[in-house]
């Protein structure tokens, strides 16, 4: 008996187009700059030795990297320290902000999605990839959500053969 069976692969077929936010990581490695290795005593920021040792640092060792300005001890650092610090990481720096890894990794999403051109996207049905080696902040989710709703015919969150309804457009 010659049994001959058509394989037809219906994701194909579905002119869905897949979208993983993981291509828009950036690349560069992530650091933390932490203000308290300028502290005297760990709790206070005296002018003097903060600008002698601004000064004195080695910035080239931040070159192309993307920083994470924090102070993590209980400390008042004012503002102009941050600004000086951020006068010294603007020629070396690929990416800087003030604030933790996690929020550099958002803002290093952010910025990517706000820059994408979405026009190719448009009347199209989008499945938004959910799971890959690169974790991808939620925040990044809903902008790329946020964006796409303006031009996508519908957006789904998961994997092609399997995904979740998040938006339909009402022709």
């Avoid at 993981?22 to 003097?48: C, N, P, S, T």
């Avoid at 640092?57 to 650092?77: F, H, L, M, P, T």
């Avoid at 990044?140 to 339909?168: D, H, Q």
């Amino acid at each position: 008996m010659d049994i001959q069976e058509n394989i037809v692969n219906k994701v194909a077929q579905s002119g869905l187009i897949s979208f993983d936010l993981a291509d828009l990581h950036e690349k560069g490695e992530r650091v933390i700059y932490d203000m308290k290795d300028h502290l005297f005593q760990g709790l206070i920021l005296r002018e003097k030795d903060f600008r002698e040792q601004v000064k004195n640092q080695d910035w080239e060792i931040y070159r192309g990297k993307n920083i994470g300005v924090i102070c993590s001890a209980d400390a008042i650092v004012p503002t102009w320290a941050y600004m000086l610090i951020a006068s010294k990481l603007t020629p070396v720096a690929n990416f800087f902000i003030f604030g933790n890894l996690e929020t550099l990794e958002t803002v290093l999403y952010l910025n990517a999605i706000e820059k994408l051109d979405i026009e190719k996207f448009r009347d199209q049905r989008l499945v938004i990839k959910g799971c890959g080696d690169i974790e991808v902040p939620t925040a990044a989710f809903m902008a790329l959500t946020a964006k796409l709703n303006a031009v996508a015919k519908s957006i789904m969150y998961g994997e092609p053969c399997s995904t979740v309804p998040i938006f339909k457009r009402k022709d």
